[in-house]
């Protein structure tokens, strides 16, 4: 069974910076792509950033575009997510999420995905 395990959320002001970071312990498994999602308080779940580690391409939502960069390390099945100029709309739970399936995908969707963290919660005051 794989777990994978998202920490780093806190309570941060508006214009600051918070590292979430992803690891995945349990069966071993090589990931097709790695990404985060966050979900608001009261909405759906919606796309934050991925990486697809075959061509080393990265995506990411218009809304975290220049301000989150997404990093890791297909080997460790590692991702991180460096978030700057924190707004108080990026308030939310974000969840890391890995897809095991070597095969074309929407990266942007959950459904893509196997695997999920548990959560962390960012909480940005203005």
């Known amino acids: 069974q794989v777990q994978l395990v998202d920490s780093g959320g806190g309570l941060v002001q508006a214009g600051g910076s918070l590292r979430l970071s992803c690891t995945a312990s349990?069966?071993?498994?090589?990931?097709?792509?790695m990404g985060w999602f966050r979900q608001p308080p009261g909405k759906e779940r919606e796309f934050v950033a991925a990486k697809r580690w075959i061509g080393d391409y990265t995506y990411y939502a218009e809304s975290v575009k220049g301000r989150f960069t997404i990093s890791g390390d297909n080997a460790k099945n590692t991702v991180n997510l460096q978030m700057t100029g924190l707004k108080p709309e990026d308030t939310a739970v974000y969840f890391c999420a890995a897809d095991k399936d070597y095969r074309p995908a929407d990266v942007k969707v959950p459904e893509t995905y196997d695997y999920w963290g548990q959560g962390t919660q960012v909480t940005v005051s203005s």
């Open positions: 349990g069966r071993t498994f090589v990931s097709n792509a």
